[in-house]
């Protein structure tokens, strides 16, 4: 860490149903000296957050418009169906997009999942949010298709969810302002990306710029150690028996 960055904070924003921890516990423990300070975004606003400087980088869900970030895919996750307990589907380990055609499905307004041919039938109202839709669901108008990680962050005791074999996948990514990739930004993409605290990418420890200069402490040792090889080399021949 360098004395520029003592005092910052690392703003690290995030969409519903991305967990983050993981990733913040190893900067904590590289970083001790710059907290994180997690901002919670709904999907919609995420890029312009990131655009306007209201975070450093963020976990965002694909696709989103890529003008001026940068971003690194992650993770792609099972897209699954919410249901009433005592609906048909929960009977089944997965289901199929067929399997939905004669039920109503809400699409609410923050889905991210590219869908080409949506499942079911539209429902009576488009809801504002994902958490809208699920108390739709347990009212028992109608069904909900999302991201797992999604169905477990607003899992309610009367409702249930199974995979959806054919049905799109939702990506998760880190983005972050191209035009703003900051060292603090580098240090998290290392941690996201698996790098180790000496990684050669990496800008904690042994600095590359240490390395040749040792190198070049070393020649004139070796250089010297071949100077002496000579003369000694002579003096073994003094010796040789006669």
């Known amino acids: ?47 312009g957050l990131l655009r306007d400087g209201g975070a450093d980088a963020g976990f965002v869900r694909l696709p989103v418009d890529r003008d001026g970030l940068s971003v690194i895919p992650l993770y792609v996750e099972t897209t699954v169906v919410v249901v009433p307990k005592d609906h048909a589907v929960a009977a089944a380990d997965e289901v199929s997009t067929a399997d939905l055609t004669d039920d109503n499905v809400f699409h ?63 990506q998760v990514a ?22 180790t605290v000496n990684s050669s990418r990496g800008r904690t420890p042994a600095s590359p710029a240490e390395k040749p200069a040792q190198r070049q402490a070393q020649k004139p040792a070796q250089n010297g150690s071949r100077r002496r090889a000579v003369p000694a080399s002579r003096k073994k021949k003094g010796y040789r028996p006669r």
Do not use: C
């Open 108 to 170: 609410p307004l923050d889905d991210t999942i590219e869908w080409t041919v949506r499942p079911g039938l539209p429902a009576f109202t488009r809801p504002a949010t994902t958490a809208d839709a699920v108390e739709l669901v347990a009212a028992g108008t109608g069904l909900l298709v999302v991201p797992q990680s999604l169905a477990r962050l607003y899992h309610r005791r009367d409702l249930t969810y199974r995979p959806v074999s054919d049905a799109p996948q939702s």
């Open 174 to 195: 880190l983005a972050w302002p191209t035009d703003a990739t900051t060292d603090l930004v580098e240090d998290f993409i290392g941690i996201v990306r698996g790098r």
């Open 1 to 47: 860490m360098t004395d520029g960055e003592t005092g910052r904070v690392f703003r690290l924003a995030y969409v519903p149903g991305v967990t983050p921890a993981k990733w913040v516990n190893v900067w904590t423990e590289r970083m001790p000296g710059v907290p994180v300070a997690l901002v919670a975004v709904p999907a919609a606003e995420v890029v």
